[in-house]
Structure formats: C-alpha cells, structure tokens
C-alpha cells in the first residue's frame, strides 16, 4: 500500500509545472556541459572551415592565381554549369551509384549470413574480420591490390591461365574492385546492425500465414532492414563520389572525376575560388540529399 | 532513438571515411587548407624580410633550416645510404650547427600555393617559369651577393637567365630534359626517338596500353606542342585546342598519367613507353642494375627529334621566410664545388656548377643523356610564364583528361 502511495506522489510531484520545469532546465545544462565539447569541436573543426570554403567562393583570383579576399563575384558559382563540370558530375555520380549498387549486392546476403549466425561468439568473429582492413593504411592496401593486378600479379595470372582476362591494371573494373573493397565495410556495417536487431519471429509469422521464402524475405526483412540499406548506401556512396586515390592508383588518373577535379583547382591551376564552389555544391547537394532522407524514409522506421 | 544511432553512425563513419581519405593527400591538399589561417600574418612584413636578408653577414645562421624540396631530389637518409653520397643535410646541420626540417613537393604548382599562403619556408626549388611567377608576385627575396660567393661557380649559360636576369633571387640547382623512357624493342629507334611512338596512333598502336604520360599540364601539353611542331610556350588558343585534342585522341592507349612513379611503372613492365624527366629514369636504372643485371642493356632514354623541353631548377628565399640568413648560408653551401658534385652523383640531373664538374663521375659528364650534345641543346625549349595564359592550359588539360 506504501509503494502505491509513493507512486503516486512522486507523480504529483513529477505533474507539478515548476518544478517539472526547473528540473528540465537543470538536465538540460547538464546536457549542454556533456556536449560542450563536442560543440566546440563541431565549430572549430567543420564549421569554421566550410565557411572559409564558402567565402572563398566569392573571392576572386590574381593574375598568378592567388586568391584574392576583395572584388566578390559569383563568377566561380557560374562556372558550375560549364559542360566540362557537367560530363564530371555525371560520371563521377554515375561510379558513385554502381559502386553502391555493388556493394549492396555483395554486402547485403554476407551481412545476412553473419546476422543469422547462432553463435554471439561467430558473429563477434565475423564482425572483427570485416573490420580487419582497416588496421593499416587505405594508401598502403590501394598498392597492395596494385601489385595484385599488375603484369605479374596472381589476379592477372589466373585470368591468363584461365584465359578469361589479361591484366586488369589501369582499366574501369580495377577501379571498381578498389572502390568495392575499400567501401564495402561502410555498408556491411549498419546493414548488420539492421538485420541483427530485427524480429525474426515477424518473419516465422509470416511462413505460418503461407508466405513463400522470397515473398517473406520482400514483404518482412527487406522492408525491416531498410534503414540498414539506407545507412550503408550514403555510407558508400559519399566518399565514392569524392574517390581520388583509387582511380588515380588503380585507373592510371585517365579520366577526371569530382575529386581530382577539385584537388587540381586548390593545386596546379590555382584556381581557390572556382575549387570553393565545386566543394560547396557538392556539400549542399549531399546535405539536401542527408536531410531529405531523415525526414521521409528515416521516419517511417 | 534508433534513428538517432543509426545518424551518429553515419557521422562517426564519414568522419572516419573522410580523415582515411585525407590521409592520403596529406602531401598535397590538407596543408594548404590548415594553412589558409596564417595567410594575412605574413603578407605585410616582406620588405623586413628583405632587410633581415641584406644584413645577414657572411657564414651567419639565425636559427633552424626549414627546406622545401622536390621529392627525393637532395640525399638525405637511406637514399644517401643507397647510392653512396655523402647526406648533404645531415653535413650542413653538423657543420653550421643547425636543424634542417626538409618537406618535399611534387609540383611548382604545389609548392607555390603553399607560399602563396604564407607559409614559412626559408628555402624552396622553383623551377624557372615558377621563378618569374613568383618574382612578379613580389614572393621572393634578392640574395645577398656578399652571402653567396660561391655563385661564382654557376656555369656562363646559367649566369644570366632569362627567368632571372644575373640569378638575383634564385641559385641554379639542377637541370635537366624531358623526354621518353623506353624498354629496347618496344619501338623503332634507329634513327632517334619521335614523339610519334606516344601520338601517332598507327606508330604506338603496337604499344596500346602500355604508354604513361606526365600527368602535368605544362610538360604533358608540351610534349604534344612539340610532336605538332609548335613552341610549347605558345600562347595561341588554337594551338593549345589541336594540342589537348591530341592528348585526348592518345587517351586510350595509356596506361595512366602519371608523375610520381612512371619510372617504376617502365621497370616493372607495366609500360613500355614513358614521357618522363632524364634524372628519374637514370636513377631508377641505376637502381635496378646489379653485378649480374645491367639495366642499360634494356632501357633507354632519349630526347625526342622533334625537340622537347629542357627546365632549370633554382633554390630561392620566399618573402614568408622566417630565418633569411640560414637560407642565403644553406644556399651557399649547396653552390660549393663538392656539393654540387654529390648532388649530380646521385640524383643524374646535369649540374649548373661548372666547378662541381671536375668531382662528378666520369660516366655522367659523358652520358648524351645527362649532358645533351650540343646539336641536341638546340631543339631544346625552356619553360616560360605564361601569366593569365596557364589557367587556359590547365583547363584544356583537364577537358583533354576528360
């Protein structure tokens, strides 16, 4: 009888506009103090530098390409719509998609088979060898799949000694093999936090009611796991559409993409303001993109 | 709340991604973003500078070396090791007493974005068109006569270049020729080497992914501007169009563009034919040969028939220097006669120090490749600025990448 009356009281109390109010102020300074320094952080480090990028778009350049902090102008924002910049955005986005659209495919029936696992001890196993690539450099394992697929590699032996393909260094699938290999633990990630976390009774229930395996797996994980997909794919698919050192690497840097693109403007054309811009387009794009996806699909999960 | 984790992941993720990313360009593009704050610090006091740098006295130091230096172009470390010289900055710091801090670039362009910037080099290598690109830019400091006697020693066709009249802001460093690189066989040299074996498609067709080009607007333009018999410092816009269209028409049967490892890339058999600069090939021969192997029997290098460019690199103050008179000391040291010698002993580049000629080995003084026949030095071209003009070249090469 005691427990119920303190119950309630703690609840008239909890009910009581003021203090509910005071103690709401309270946690949240509490809450300002814990992030303090994630803000400070935040500020220092990306919000300050997006802004200087943002300024320098509307700087102009010196005869001998040095930006110039006066003469504001839109002339680098105007450039964005030269054909050249519209060939690069679309190929850049076109390797951008199938390098997700891959990485799924490999990704998604891998983070399936390590999510049905029984054992929490497999997939703790399973997990880690996914994050094993990582321990060393990006830049060391890109000339790692060099040596690879040069003349005397082991990929380009198979391929001759199977009579399938011949050295793959330098050419398109090169590339992708680099990109999938460096981004597909982006995606195998939050697809397993996904697929690990649902209920898999839903999908018994659904086999009990007739479902046929497939129609199960459409109708009940897929729409489940979708965040998971979601995640992975901007996951991948934003730094694949930055990618500078794979296809520079493994391409032989014979087309020009976003990434090198921008890297040649703040390096050898010397060119800050026209570079600011292409980085900020590319960031408002992928912010709109971000945001647009949490307030649709990310609601409905 | 799951949303909520789900949307920190994504964020520690790209933050991850972004900074492996980073990582790997660390030599080029992350500096000059950190460095964009401590630009207006240094634009205001550069005559100080200049004066710090007229009263330095001679043989005097005002603190530690911070040398800004092409990749692997000074011996230092293990590559001193490797090819037997003396390490040229572990000998200045012993004999002067100072720290030198070396960091290393891999284009002009690079290197000038970096001072452009403000940052504090004492020392840097520009070569010539850079050195009157950074003169017009008020970005250099006039060496002081008094502290470099030894430019005495600087050969009569490097004493009064057209880049730098009387070498009064900049010391000649090493010079050299661009050319191709190639395995014997692959192409038909009987009677000189054309730039038809990388753009003439029937000539190169037989070599069809196996050709690298520089991945340079000025020398890889140029190198096209030569093979359409044009000066490769033109600055007609059709000129530089037929150039990129033909760049563009070679595309296809490259292996890749590249700057920083074409020389590998032709000792490793993933080329066969290279555009490149004559050091990097002599060395990376050099380097390959042993007592049983002699890479000279398999590869070549040659400066093309119908010319090509021949450059100058030069040591320099830049105005944001902090230590002038270490600089103009380090500078003096590096034109003595022995000096110069190591340096052509190990990096294969000609030295502009005609009294370092009598240190350096034999077989290079002789070597065609190293030191051009005179009938040679007159197809070659040196690079000049092109002012408002090289946006136009590096936006053609560019489009030519596609």
Redesign the interface.
Same mark, same amino acid.
């Given at each position: 009888m005691t427990t119920l009356k303190e119950r309630k009281g703690a609840q008239q109390e909890s009910s009581n506009p003021k203090l509910e109010r005071s103690a709401r102020r309270r946690e949240s300074w509490r809450g300002f103090f814990h992030a303090a320094p994630a803000y400070v952080y935040l500020t220092v480090f990306f919000t300050l530098?997006l802004l200087?990028v943002f300024v320098?778009s509307f700087a102009s350049r010196?005869?001998?390409?040095?930006p110039e902090l006066e003469g504001w102008n839109l002339d680098s924002w105007a450039r964005l719509g030269e054909p /050249?910049v519209r060939?690069i955005v679309v $190929?850049s986005f076109t390797m951008a998609i199938f390098n997700t659209l891959l990485c799924l495919l490999i990704a998604y029936p891998f983070a399936y088979w390590i999510a049905t696992r029984a054992r929490q001890s497999t997939r703790t196993l399973l997990l880690v060898a996914v994050l094993i690539p990582?321990w060393s450099?990006? /830049?060391v394992r890109t000339y790692a799949w060099r040596m690879l697929l #040069?003349? #005397?590699g082991y990929i380009t032996q198979i391929g001759e000694f199977t009579g399938l393909w011949g $050295?793959m /260094?330098?050419t398109a699938p090169a590339v992708f093999i680099g990109l999938v290999y460096g981004?597909l633990p982006?995606m195998v /990630?939050?697809l397993y936090?996904a697929l690990e $976390?649902m209920d898999w009774s839903l999908v018994e229930a659904g086999r009990d009611l007739f479902a046929s395996g497939p129609k199960a797996f459409r109708k009940i994980t897929l729409p489940l796991s979708k965040?998971g997909i979601i995640?992975g794919s901007?996951?991948v698919f934003?730094?694949s559409l *930055?990618a500078?050192?794979t296809p520079d690497i493994l *391409?032989?840097?014979?087309?020009?993409l976003l990434g090198n693109?921008i890297?040649?403007q703040?390096?050898?054309? $010397?060119?800050w303001p026209f570079g600011s811009a292409l980085s900020g387009a590319i960031l408002f794009v992928m912010l709109l993109a971000t945001v647009a996806y949490?307030r649709t699909g *990310?609601?409905t999960? | 709340m799951?949303?909520i984790t789900?949307?920190l992941?994504?964020l520690a993720?790209?933050a991850a991604?972004?900074g492996?990313?980073s %990582?790997?360009?660390t030599t080029?593009?992350a500096p000059?973003?950190t460095e964009?704050?401590a630009a207006p610090t240094t634009e205001a006091p550069a005559t100080g500078v200049q004066a710090d740098a007229d009263a330095c006295v001679f043989g005097e130091t005002d603190g530690e070396l911070f040398l800004y230096n092409w990749t692997g172009y000074i011996p230092t470390g293990s590559l001193a090791e490797e090819f037997e010289v003396r390490d040229l900055v572990v000998d200045f710091e012993e004999e002067f007493g100072v720290n030198v801090t070396l960091t290393e670039y891999d =284009?002009n &362009?690079?290197m000038?974005?970096q001072i %452009?910037a403000g940052v504090g080099y004492d020392v840097v290598v520009p070569s010539d068109y850079m050195v009157s690109?950074m003169i017009?830019?008020d970005l250099l400091v006039k060496l002081n006569p008094a502290m470099v006697p030894n430019m005495a020693n600087i050969s009569d066709l490097f004493s009064n270049p057209p880049y730098d009249p009387g070498n009064q802001f900049s010391a000649p460093y090493q010079w050299g020729t661009t050319g191709i690189g190639y395995q014997y066989g692959s192409i038909d040299d009987e009677n000189g080497v054309s730039w038809a074996v990388i753009f003439d498609p029937d000539v190169s067709a037989a070599n069809t992914?196996f050709i =690298?080009l520089l991945?340079? &607007?000025r020398e890889t333009m140029g190198s096209a501007l030569k093979y359409l018999g044009y000066s490769l410092n033109t600055t007609s816009e059709a000129e530089v169009d037929e150039a990129a269209d033909l760049i563009k028409a070679t595309?296809d049967r490259?292996?890749?563009?590249?700057s920083s490892s074409y020389w590998t890339l032709l000792t490793?058999? &993933?080329t066969v034919v290279a555009q490149g600069w004559n050091g990097d090939f002599l060395g990376e021969f050099d380097r390959i040969s042993t007592e049983e192997y002699d890479a000279y029997e398999e590869y070549g290098y040659a400066i093309p028939n119908e010319g090509s460019a021949a450059w100058v690199d030069t040591m320099a103050i830049p105005t944001s220097a902090e230590h002038p008179c270490t600089a103009q000391t380090f500078i003096n040291f590096m034109l003595g006669a022995e000096v110069g010698a190591e340096l052509t002993n190990y990096n294969y580049y000609a030295s502009p120090n005609k009294a370092a000629e009598e240190f350096i080995y034999p077989e290079i003084l002789e070597d065609p490749s190293i030191y051009p026949l005179p009938e040679t030095m007159e197809i070659l071209e040196f690079f000049e600025d092109l002012? %408002?003009f090289?946006?136009y070249y590096? %936006?053609a090469f =560019?489009?030519a990448?596609?």
């Open positions: 530098p200087i320098f010196s005869r001998t390409g040095r /050249l060939t $190929r990582f450099n990006f /830049l #040069d003349s #005397d $050295r /260094l330098f981004y982006f /990630l939050p936090a $976390r965040p995640a901007i996951l934003i730094p *930055g500078y050192v *391409g032989g840097a014979k087309t020009t693109y890297v040649t703040f390096g050898s054309a $010397r060119n949490f *990310g609601r999960v | 799951r949303r789900i949307l992941a994504v993720l790209v991604a972004c492996g990313d %990582d790997d360009t080029t593009a000059g973003a964009t704050t =284009s &362009e690079v000038l974005a %452009d690109q017009d830019a992914g =690298s991945d340079d &607007e595309k490259l292996a890749a563009f590249n490793t058999g &993933e002012g %408002d090289n946006t590096a %936006d =560019s489009a990448k596609g």
